[in-house]
């Protein structure tokens, strides 16, 4: 995919989906700005990237803060001059301490919708007056295969999840008329700071993975879930928004891809 002469921001950029999302971007010609809470987390990303001779610099972000978002977006367009793509990827799967939380806590719910699905819609609602005057953007949200089917332990995030799904539809079809194409992946079991958190709070959970590493638990789920066989990457992820973001998908809107080995089919 030619991403030449695009600018793309990528939120929650600073680990896991959101740099693999940034290098497969920044490989396919994008010029990229990992944007993240954790700014020096994200500085230290970029500076990865960019020892690899990519086109990647880092921005702070907070996503629950509307006026964070708004500056961030202005000051990319005044650094770069346009904004042609938004990978949506910030997330969590709850509050601090979600780890030993059973059942999930207020906290949890609150600020899991802050973040997973206002923090979104904010994201957007800054960045779309632009694309919608010059009449083209592309915008992909990082929804999941738990957004597909809830989960018991997880009843928040799977929730959370599927509401970006249906976000994603809502302004797939207010942008549309503006040549504004939204989607979202969902990806499934990805190996990233935060699935290894899942994997220390299964440890817990369940009695049976007790004994195991986290990427031992990580492993079973694969072996358990996954037809194919095989855990899914950060660079699958990328590949898949790589495609959705160029000219071969230009009409694909509203959709939300299942990245996922097989685990969920629609």
Same mark, same amino acid.
């Given at each position: 995919m030619d991403l030449s002469h695009k600018v793309a921001i990528v939120t929650g950029g600073a680990s896991g989906i959101g740099i693999g999302t940034g290098k497969t971007l920044a490989e396919n010609g994008a010029s990229v700005i990992l944007c993240d809470r954790? #700014?020096? %987390?994200?500085? +230290?990303? $970029?500076?990865? %990237?960019?020892?690899?001779?990519? &086109?990647?610099?880092?921005m702070h972000v907070d996503v629950k803060n509307? =006026?964070?978002?708004? #500056?961030?977006?202005?000051?990319?367009?005044?650094?770069? @001059?346009?904004? +042609?793509i938004v990978v949506n990827n910030a997330?969590? &799967? /709850? $509050? &601090?301490?979600? #780890?030993?939380?059973f059942p999930a806590r207020q906290e949890d719910w +609150?600020?899991?919708?802050?973040? !997973?699905?206002? /923090?979104v819609a904010l994201v957007i609602e800054a960045v779309a007056p632009h694309m919608v005057e010059k009449k083209s953007g592309?915008?992909?949200?990082? $929804?999941?295969? $738990?957004?597909?089917?809830? *989960? &018991?332990?997880f009843p928040h995030y799977s929730t959370s999840k599927a509401a970006v799904i249906n976000l994603t539809q809502a302004y797939a079809l207010g942008l549309a008329p *503006?040549?504004? !194409?939204v989607n979202a992946i969902c990806p499934g079991l990805v190996w990233t700071p %935060?699935?290894? =958190?899942?994997? %220390?709070?299964?440890?817990?959970a369940e009695s049976q993975m007790s004994e195991l590493s986290a990427r031992e638990v990580f492993d079973t789920r694969i072996e358990a879930l996954i037809p194919l066989k095989r855990e899914q990457t950060p660079q699958d992820i990328g590949n898949t928004i790589a495609f959705l973001v160029s000219d071969r998908a230009r009409n694909i809107t @509203?959709?939300?891809? !299942?990245? +996922?080995?097989?685990?969920?089919?629609n």
């Open positions: 954790n #700014e020096s %987390l994200a500085q +230290d990303a $970029a500076t990865i %990237l960019q020892n690899e001779n990519l &086109p990647v610099t880092s509307q =006026s964070s978002i708004t #500056e961030t977006v202005e000051q990319v367009i005044k650094e770069f @001059g346009t904004i +042609d997330g969590v &799967p /709850g $509050a &601090p301490g979600w #780890e030993k939380a +609150d600020f899991t919708f802050e973040i !997973n699905v206002r /923090g592309k915008i992909v949200n990082i $929804a999941s295969v $738990a957004g597909r089917q809830g *989960h &018991p332990n *503006h040549n504004i !194409n %935060l699935w290894e =958190s899942i994997g %220390l709070r299964a440890k817990t @509203g959709q939300a891809i !299942n990245v +996922d080995g097989g685990l969920r089919m």
